[in-house]
Structures are given as structure tokens and as C-alpha cells.
């Protein structure tokens, strides 16, 4: 199957600081990504739709603002979490859509963010 | 609104079957799905099952599908311990592609 890596798997910081994770599908191209957040023992909630080329979707209550998506190439996502605080400390996990011999959706392996 | 249920942990014995259940309450869903997540990984998809069906098999795992009580199963048969994981159902109009809803995942333990 398709592979979709994202970068860092794992980031620490302090409160107050931005940090930005990658999303990249590695043997496709993806115009549509997507970005979810999981805490603890939960499910994934999807927080935005990421276009390449065109401005992100955003699900009701999530902060544009806050969470800055950038979807500049068809094989790479950025979230950024901007002046991140400890209640934003959750688990990030991208996926990719691959319409490319079907329509399927890719997961990236997640990142683990821990704000300090 | 969309809301997917799920039971929260089921505990077998290895070699016995799992049956793992999802309810879902928006019937305009077109493809229903059952990934699997490890500790501090990302999502596997296991299968899928488009709404028009009732039963799809891929080796040791059936879903069913009952569209009229909206309720929709992952059996996996002979399980063994590394299927302990959290799977969750999920749920979308139109193709793979499409946004996805998630249940609120079960976590599956295989004891020996």
C-alpha cells in the first residue's frame, strides 16, 4: 500500500512556542490530506481538511488561527500549532487521499506532541 | 448528527474468535470501515464493506453489516495475541476518500 510519513514522531515544548509537524505522502500525490488529533484513550476527531493549493477546511469549534495548515505540493501537509499550551498536547495523525487506482485514504504513523 | 458507538474493551483467549460491534446513526453512509491502531502508531485499514452489502470475508475477518438497525461488526477468527490493538469503525459518504468518522474505539486484549 501507499506510504505517508510524518515528521517529527515525537516533539516536546515549551508552552508559548509554535511547532510544526509534516505530513508527506512518499509515493503519491495527495490533493486533499487530512489532519486528526486523538488524546489518550479516545478517538480520532478530525480537525481540518487540507487542499493543495487552496485554503484548509476546518471542522466546527477548531482554531484556524491556532492550528495553521499549509498544503503547498501534492505530496506535502504542515500543521502548525502556534503558541501551543499544555492542553494542546495530544497525539497528531495525518492521512493522505489516494485517487490514484481507487479513492483510499493513507494514515501517517502520528506525532506525539507534549506541551511543557 | 454523526455518532458512532463502540464498546469500549473486549478480552479473549487465544484461539477463540472476537467479535468486535460498532452502531452508527447516519444512514446516508456509503462505505463502513475497520482499521486497526498499536500502541503510539497510526491506522491500519483492515476492511471495508460498502452499504449495499451484508457480509464481506477476508481470510480470518467478517464484517457484517445490518443497515437497517444501523449496526455493523468485525468478527476476527483464531486470535492470536497480536491482534491485541484498538480498532475502530468508521464511517463516510462516497469513496475511501472522503472524511471519515470514527467510533470511540474498542481495545482488544489476547490473553494466552
Known amino acids: 500500500g501507499a506510504v505517508v510519513s510524518q515528521h517529527p514522531s515525537r516533539v516536546i515544548c515549551k508552552s508559548g512556542t509554535s511547532v510544526k509537524i509534516e505530513c508527506r505522502s512518499l509515493d503519491f500525490q495527495a490533493t486533499t490530506m487530512f489532519w486528526y488529533r486523538q488524546f489518550p484513550k479516545q478517538s480520532l476527531m478530525l480537525m481540518a481538511t487540507s487542499n493543495e493549493g487552496s485554503k484548509a477546511t476546518y471542522e466546527q469549534g477548531v482554531e484556524k488561527d491556532k492550528f495553521l495548515i499549509n498544503h503547498a505540493s501534492l505530496t506535502l501537509s504542515t500543521l502548525t500549532v502556534t503558541s501551543a499550551h499544555p492542553e494542546d498536547s495530544s497525539f497528531y495523525i495525518c492521512?493522505?487521499?489516494?485517487?490514484?487506482?481507487?479513492?483510499?485514504?493513507?494514515f501517517g504513523p502520528g506525532t506525539r506532541l507534549t506541551v511543557l | 448528527g454523526e455518532d458512532v458507538e463502540q464498546s469500549l474493551f473486549l478480552s479473549v483467549r487465544e484461539g477463540d474468535s472476537s467479535v468486535i460491534n460498532c452502531t452508527y446513526t447516519?444512514?446516508?453512509?456509503?462505505?463502513l470501515y475497520w482499521y486497526k491502531q498499536e500502541p503510539g502508531a497510526g491506522l491500519q485499514l483492515l476492511t471495508y464493506?460498502?452499504?449495499?452489502?451484508d457480509m464481506k470475508q477476508d481470510q480470518r475477518l467478517t464484517v457484517l453489516l445490518n443497515k437497517k438497525d444501523k449496526h455493523l461488526s468485525l468478527r476476527i477468527a483464531d486470535t492470536q495475541t497480536g491482534d491485541s490493538a484498538i480498532y475502530f469503525c468508521?464511517?463516510?459518504f462516497g469513496g475511501g476518500g472522503n472524511k471519515l468518522t470514527f467510533g470511540t474505539g474498542t481495545q482488544l486484549k489476547v490473553e494466552l
Open positions: 447516519d444512514s446516508s453512509s456509503t462505505y
Open positions: 464493506i460498502f452499504s449495499n452489502m
Open positions: 468508521a464511517e463516510s
Open positions: 492521512s493522505a487521499r489516494d485517487m490514484s487506482g481507487g479513492d483510499t485514504q493513507y
